[in-house]
Every structure is written in structure tokens, then in C-alpha cells.
């Protein structure tokens, strides 16, 4: 078992609060579920708010603290490197639509639709 796991103080709940939290946000960015993640990171700031008001007891809580807060720091920039991923991925293909959009308007405006009949010479 980890040092993380050891201490069930309420001030280390909040910080495995706070890891669960940033688990949850990683694992719905990987499922490309960007509302469950977002609604999952808008619980991370009264969460932290919540941690903050309380402060170390002694210096073996300050080393469970330590390590809950590392792997938050990391599970949370896994996250943000994902999403700046997916991010670029969706930037460039709505750039291709923007200009798929645009071509397809200068087709239009250089190829008017003529009004009448259109014979067909199969016929």
C-alpha cells in the first residue's frame, strides 16, 4: 500500500478527494467524454478551496500530502496533455472544413445555377 493510502485524516480524505477527482477527469478525456470531464474539473476548485483551510498537522501528514499532490500534478497534466492533443486534432479539421467551405463557395459563385429546363441528352 502506498504512504497515499495509509492516513484516513480528514485533510488527506480531501486530497484523495481531489486524486479521484483528476482519475475521473483522465479517464473521461481518454473515452473522449469531454462533458463528464468538465463537469468533473468543476469540482476540483471548491475541493481545493476545501483542502487549503486546513493545514498539516505534523511532518508525516505533510509527506502523505506531498505524494497525494504529486500524483494529482501528474494524473492532471496527463489530462491537460490529452486534451491539448485532442484540441489540435479538432483545430485542424475544422480548418479543412473552413476551407473545404470556401472552396466550395467560390465554385458556387463562379459557376452560377442557370434557371429552366435541363435536357438530358441520354434521352
Known amino acids: 500500500m502506498t504512504p497515499s ?36 474539473s468543476s469540482l476540483l476548485a471548491p475541493t481545493l478551496m476545501q ?27 496527463e489530462s491537460e496533455q490529452h486534451l491539448n492533443e485532442k484540441m489540435l486534432v479538432i483545430g485542424s479539421r475544422l480548418g479543412a472544413l473552413s476551407r473545404g467551405k470556401r472552396t466550395i463557395a467560390v465554385v458556387r459563385s463562379q459557376n452560377p445555377r442557370r434557371m429552366g429546363r435541363v435536357l438530358d441528352s441520354k434521352r
Open 5 to 40: 493510502l495509509e492516513s484516513n485524516t480528514p485533510e488527506v480524505e480531501v486530497l484523495k478527494r481531489l486524486n479521484q477527482i483528476a482519475v475521473e477527469i483522465r479517464f473521461a478525456l481518454q473515452r473522449g467524454k469531454i462533458e463528464i470531464a468538465s463537469e468533473a
Open 51 to 77: 483542502w487549503q483551510d486546513t493545514p498539516p498537522v505534523d511532518d508525516a501528514e505533510r509527506e502523505i500530502r506531498a505524494a497525494i499532490i504529486t500524483e494529482i500534478q501528474l494524473t492532471l497534466a
